[in-house]
């Protein structure tokens, strides 16, 4: 039985542990939906949302084509800021920052249209 308590133990320290590694890395980097991506097309002329997710009041910064915009993230962990209106071109990066840094690689910007309807189009 004593030896049973001492796998009981040891087995309890190991959970401990885990829960704090596990506690420690449960920071909320930023992110961004799989829309905002690598190799997408922003609309040109007009002004573009860029959103996202991090930790309840961090201060994100959201860099492209010289403009640098900035955003606190909601209780909720939501945020959002708008690019200005821009002219075609392209590829550029843009970076996503927070606690963490994305970097955006082969942006464009340009004309977006979205299709659909009958088969043959």
Partial sequence: MKHLTSRVRSAAVVCGLVWIIVAADARADVRLPALISDHMVLQQG?????????DAGEN??????GQQVSAVAGADGRWRVFLEPMEAGGPFEMTVSGRNAITLKNVMVGEVWVCSGQSNM
């Fill in 60 to 65: 994100i910064t959201v860099k492209f084509r």
């Fill in 46 to 54: 007009m002004a573009v949302a860029i959103w996202g997710s991090a």
